[in-house]
């Protein structure tokens, strides 16, 4: 089992910036991709950003890219997002997850069918 905890969300105007955290607890070794996702109100939920751990490899939705940036703390098993020049359209709120070993492996990286962990999430509002 792994425990997700989110943390960083709050108000923000446009053009600002934000870190979001992702602390993850329990069996964390059979982890191999964490991820953020965001889902606003009367939308689906869609990726954001994704790491495979073993690799280092990321990727971003094309709509953050530039903006927002991975990166990650082994020590205390923390992800995060850092959030730049953000929009009123990336308010959300947003959820940390992750997939291990057990669920298996292939797929997009950003269905969330591919994580079996889940965050409470963290919400994220943008003002203009």
């Known amino acids: 089992q792994v425990q997700l905890v989110e943390s960083g969300g709050g108000s923000m105007q446009a053009g600002g910036s934000l870190r979001l955290s992702c602390a993850a607890s329990?069996?964390?070794?059979?982890?191999?991709?964490v991820g953020w996702f965001r889902q606003a109100p009367g939308k689906e939920r869609e990726g954001v950003a994704a790491?495979?751990?073993?690799?280092?490899?990321?990727y971003y939705d094309d709509s953050v890219k530039g903006r927002f940036t991975l990166s990650r703390d082994n020590a205390k098993n923390t992800l995060y997002l850092q959030m730049n020049s953000l929009k009123p359209e990336d308010t959300a709120m947003y959820y940390c997850?992750?997939?291990?070993?057990?669920?298996?492996?292939?797929?997009?990286?950003?269905?969330?069918?591919?994580?079996?962990?889940w965050g409470q999430g963290t919400q994220v509002t943008v003002s203009s």
């Open positions: 790491i495979y751990t073993r690799t280092g490899r990321t």
């Open positions: 329990g069996i964390t070794n059979s982890v191999y991709k």
């Open positions: 997850a992750a997939a291990d070993d057990g669920l298996g492996y292939g797929g997009i990286w950003s269905r969330p069918a591919g994580f079996n962990y």
